[in-house]
């Protein structure tokens, strides 16, 4: 990925890390938010 | 990520408590937390700071050393690593470039990244100013796909 995807994916996985309501990304989620960033295709598939 | 149910509802309330202190320690010091610490940082006894910790391992939210000490607690790493991060009078460690740009994330702060290329090691200095990453050649390789992250997450 470029650089500007990876920060974009740093504000993605980080940006509510401090919310007192935070919790771990369900596996939906996470590729909701790769395919927000443009990754896609079965690199970035979370599906075992 | 997690497919834990108690995980996903985001654990019980002192989980997430100790969760909050352990990162307050990292930004406020530097550092992360011993277990000793963590212990006083919530006033609990041990026995129930270790147990948070496990389970929090166990959900991903802490990466643990084999001594049982916090290893990382993304973005930041309790250990040096090649990806040193500094913002306004702080500095921390991320474990990766993508956890290194993690850390201004998190803080919602502008930051600087001194790091090296990782196929070529010549310098890169990555700068964040306002919420934006200001303009710089590179990529970001990911040499593991995304569904086998966790299986050896160091290695990643």
């Known amino acids: 990925m470029t650089l500007h995807q990876g920060w974009r994916l740093a504000q993605e996985w980080y940006g509510d890390r401090l919310r007192p309501d935070w919790r771990p990304k369900t596996v939906e989620e996470a590729e909701a938010a790769f395919a927000r960033i443009g990754l896609a295709g079965e690199f970035w598939s979370l599906v075992t | 990520m997690t497919s834990n149910p ?3 509802k985001g654990g019980s309330s002192f989980d997430n408590q100790l969760r909050l202190a352990v990162y307050r320690h990292f930004i406020e010091q530097g550092r992360g937390p011993t ?3 963590m212990g006083k940082l919530v006033s609990k ?3 129930q700071v ?6 929090l391992a166990e959900s991903h939210a802490l990466v643990l050393q084999e001594n049982g000490e916090v290893w990382r607690a993304a973005p930041f790493s309790a250990v040096p690593t090649a990806f040193p991060v500094q913002a306004e009078e702080h500095s921390w460690y991320g474990n990766c ?3 290194a740009l993690g850390i201004p994330a998190t ?3 502008d930051a600087r990244i001194q790091t090296s290329c990782g196929c070529c090691n010549h310098e890169m200095s990555l700068r964040v100013r306002n919420g934006q990453l200001l303009d710089h050649k590179g990529i970001i390789h990911f040499a593991v796909p995304a569904r086998h992250w966790y299986k050896d997450i160091v290695f990643t």
């Open chain 2, 6 to 8: 108690t995980a996903a």
């Open chain 2, 35 to 37: 277990i000793r610490e």
């Open chain 2, 45 to 47: 006894p041990l026995p």
């Open chain 2, 50 to 55: 270790k147990a948070a910790i496990r389970r």
């Open chain 2, 97 to 99: 470039v993508w956890d």
């Open chain 2, 107 to 109: 803080l919602h702060q």
